[in-house]
């Protein structure tokens, strides 16, 4: 029904260009520079991502939150003409959606053509996602906040997550991937998290606001008031009825605004 809807709103909207290059999943390394020439494509800088929503949007994705997912799916995605995010709606913390997303656009830039889902291209897609969201160039110096003396500075790990918009879980797998932490450090992280009961949610994550997707929202209000196609025609063109299309849009919230292009 996703990839209909999508379908129909190409038909009428012209949207955002799809522009995310294939890249080799052969190495680390490759992996790496490929998140780098993604920033590098889209002028991104170096520094924390404001809305990796909009960017994946600017890049051509369509993004939309649904329910009924499987309560251990963060995101889901399809790979067809027009790349499609499926985000799980329930309840899911900005840090683990924005990293979701970027886990998704790893997938379309290094798994063209290829099955995924099993541990070797899951692992690829989630360190396109740390080296996405966190730069080594930048990143793995900022990390050095998170250490004091031997020890993890719990203190320094909530001021990363709330620059950089990323998961305490995702600070120190990153710092451990650079080689900041040490396998003992990032072991004792995972334990204190847990310990604090922030294994699934973590303190700080009311403080970050959800990001809202929206090409979808924009195209069904550019189709309604500029062209005469309302909601209704839009589930004729789908062939359902106007309640299913209802039922697979989630209301948008206030989104924040950054270092990415508004559409």
């Keep these: 029904m996703l990839k209909r809807l999508v379908g129909v709103l190409d038909e009428h909207v012209e949207l955002p260009r799809y522009q995310v290059g294939e890249a080799d999943p052969e190495s680390p390394e490759t992996i790496e520079r490929a998140a780098e020439k993604f920033r590098s494509l889209f ?6 991502l404001s809305n990796v929503t909009r960017i994946a949007e600017n ?3 369509v993004v939309i939150k649904v329910r ?3 309560t251990e799916i963060d995101a889901v995605s399809f790979a067809t003409k027009r790349p499609l995010i499926a985000l799980n709606s329930s309840g899911r913390s900005a840090c683990r959606e924005r990293f979701g997303i970027a886990h998704e656009l790893g997938h379309f830039s290094l798994h063209i053509g290829v099955l ?5 291209t899951e692992t690829q897609a989630n360190r396109f996602a740390s080296s996405l969201l966190m730069p080594r160039s930048t990143f793995a110096g900022e990390c050095r906040l998170a250490i004091r003396g031997t020890r993890l500075n719990w203190l320094g ?7 950089w918009g990323v998961s305490k879980a995702a600070i120190i797998f990153r710092g451990r991937q650079l080689g900041v932490f040490s396998d003992d450090q990032a072991r ?3 334990v204190g998290l847990n310990r604090h009961g922030e294994a699934v949610q973590e303190s700080e994550d009311h403080l970050i606001a959800n990001e809202e997707p929206e090409v979808i929202a924009e195209s069904l209000k550019v189709m309604k008031e500029h062209l005469g196609v309302p909601q209704s025609a839009v589930a004729r063109e789908m062939r359902v009825r106007p309640n299913l299309l ?12 950054g270092n990415v292009v508004h559409l």
């Design 188 to 190: 004792a992280g995972y």
């Design 68 to 70: 009924g997912l499987a």
């Design 59 to 61: 890049a051509g994705a």
């Design 157 to 163: 790990l909530s001021e990363l997550k709330l620059r």
């Design 116 to 120: 995924t889902g099993d541990r070797l």
């Design 246 to 257: 209802q039922n697979l849009l989630v209301s948008p919230r206030t989104e924040s605004v």
């Design 43 to 48: 002028g991104l800088g170096l520094g924390p």
